[in-house]
């Protein structure tokens, strides 16, 4: 057990110094003007850099991420089938689908799945 504390110590104290050596070492000295505004083709940029956002993209964005993410935790299902009980496998596929349909909903009633322009 004390092999693994120090070994674990160790790793920390190699990493941490790897890291404020690299961080010391890799500071610029100047900070140019130049190189610190955005490029445009050798131009001054014609806007600024920061344009409006549309929150309702993002929404979107977010919602597709989560019920992604939620798939993906569906796939292994089909695996397990095979393995586990009949009844035991459909009452957890239907609890999950269920929670995407009441989350689906959730965001229907709230009308973030409407485009609005």
Request: hydrophobic share 55%; net charge neutral.
């Amino acid at each position: 057990m004390f092999i693994m504390i120090s070994g674990a110590s160790m790793i920390m104290l190699i990493s941490s110094v790897m890291m404020i050596i690299s961080s010391i070492l890799s500071k610029k000295t100047f900070i140019d003007r130049e190189k610190s505004s955005p490029f445009e083709c050798g131009f001054d940029p014609k806007s600024s850099p920061r344009l409006p956002f549309s929150l309702q993209f993002f929404l979107i964005a977010v919602i597709f991420l989560i019920f992604d993410v939620e798939i993906t935790l569906l796939i292994p299902l089909i695996s397990i089938l095979k393995i586990s009980k009949i009844y035991l496998f459909w009452y957890v596929a239907f609890f999950f689908i269920t929670i995407l349909l009441f989350g689906l909903y959730h965001e229907w009633n709230q009308g973030a799945l409407e485009w609005a322009v």
